[in-house]
């Protein structure tokens, strides 16, 4: 089972950047697809963005594609995920997730392997 810890959270405001950073450790990072996902509170967890086994393919939800970026560096068994023009709505505790069971998937249900979160806060 790999392990994930995520990092570079914080309070910002409307309109700046973030990246978020997420290590694996304890598997073969390359054999798991990876993805970021979000909750803010009171609402339920929801996809952001993920990124195949190889990196070659990307999916993003339509709340933000063109603003977000999803990538991720085998040699360091890290994914990102960099995030501009952020807004009030994007506040939420963001998740990294892992699986082996897909080449690239977009479902919760889909991966088995969860981080802790990192808060992202953004002031209007």
């Known amino acids: 089972q790999v392990q994930l810890v995520e990092s570079g959270g914080g309070l910002v405001q409307a309109g700046a950047s973030l990246k978020l950073s997420c290590a694996a450790s304890?598997?073969?990072?390359?054999?798991?697809?990876m993805a970021w996902f979000r909750q803010a509170p009171g609402k339920e967890r929801e996809f952001v963005a993920a990124?195949?086994?190889?990196?070659?393919?990307?999916s993003y939800a339509d709340s933000v594609t063109g603003r977000f970026t999803i990538s991720r560096d085998n040699a360091k068994n890290t994914v990102y995920l960099q995030m501009n023009s952020l807004r009030s709505e994007d506040t939420a505790l963001y998740y990294c997730?892992?699986?082996?069971?897909?080449?690239?998937?977009?479902?919760?249900?889909?991966?088995?392997?969860w981080g802790q979160g990192t808060q992202v806060t953004v002031s209007s």
């Open positions: 304890g598997g073969f990072f390359r054999a798991y697809a």
């Open positions: 997730a892992a699986t082996q069971r897909f080449l690239i998937a977009t479902h919760g249900a889909q991966y088995d392997n």
């Open positions: 990124i195949s086994k190889s990196g070659g393919s990307t």
